[in-house]
């Protein structure tokens, strides 16, 4: 039997869901893209925060640039030759009901960074490499690159690594704050990301599925004094331990 091309394990309301090409670098294919969708509204079900990794030595190269050859392009994008499966798994992260942490180590290119970018946040090594490469190979992004990138980074540094498609690492990612933080290595990626998926499955998910909601708010960038009337406005009546946890304290 064949290994499944992404591999999803639930353990103690953390799902682990890792893109599994490891021979490619877990290039997206077609298939690959439409098992992560499946993976992700499952998991979505089953757990209460997502660890999205990638299988042997890179989280992914991106699109598999095989599949690239021969194909037609219309103004330069690759969603058709996707069937847009990858506007479906860009939306599945971006939209899960629960967190989703991106673990990034070894490579993260282009459609890789774009999908990683969807995720609540990214930790990766001190010597991962990132980059985007659209300009490179005459593609425009969209899958989300040129707006994530800029909020991550800025928008002028964006431009710089958009326009020249330069590798750059996980230490800087982390510095320029498009990774939240950038360790010395696999192994402390490795425990780093699970004791913070462990302190958010431990959280109250009501709580947590509210602020799911208002930081799309702030994403939203609305003015201030809107932003904080609307924060007080909302309800979220899915919060249903307070007392429970509140207890729980006091003893």
Not at 7 to 18: C, D, L, Y
Not at 35 to 40: E, M, P, R
Not at 77 to 90: C, P, W, Y
Not at 241 to 246: A, K, S
Request: glycine share 6%; with cysteine; aromatic share 8%.
């Amino acid at each position: 039997m064949s290994e499944p091309l992404v591999k999803s394990v639930t353990e103690n309301r953390i799902a682990s869901v890792t893109l599994n090409r490891p021979d490619a670098l877990n290039a997206f294919t077609p298939e690959l893209l439409k098992a992560l969708i499946i993976a992700i509204e499952k998991a979505e079900r089953e757990a209460r925060v997502i660890v999205l990794a990638g299988a042997g030595r890179a989280f992914s190269a991106g699109v598999d640039l095989k599949l690239l050859q021969g194909s037609t392009f219309e103004e330069g994008k690759v969603d058709g030759v996707f069937d847009n499966l990858s506007i479906k798994a860009i939306d599945a992260v971006r939209g899960c009901a629960v967190p989703v942490i991106a673990k990034v180590h070894g490579y993260c290119f282009t459609g890789a960074l774009e999908l990683a970018l969807q995720a609540d946040f990214i930790f990766t090594t001190q010597g991962a490499k990132f980059g985007d490469t659209h300009a490179k190979w005459g593609l425009r992004p969209s899958w989300g690159m040129s707006q994530n990138l800029a909020r991550a980074v800025g928008v002028r540094k964006a431009r710089e690594l958009s326009f020249t498609a330069k590798t750059f690492t996980g230490a800087e990612a982390e510095r320029w704050g498009l990774a939240n933080a950038a360790f010395d290595d696999k192994e402390t990626l490795d425990a780093e990301t699970a004791a913070c998926a462990a302190a958010i499955a431990e959280a109250s998910p009501g709580a947590i599925a509210a602020y799911k909601d208002l930081y799309r708010l702030a994403e939203e960038n609305p003015a201030l004094e809107d932003a904080l009337a609307e924060e007080q406005r909302r309800d979220y009546p899915q919060i249903t331990d307070t007392m429970e946890r509140l207890k729980s304290f006091a003893s």
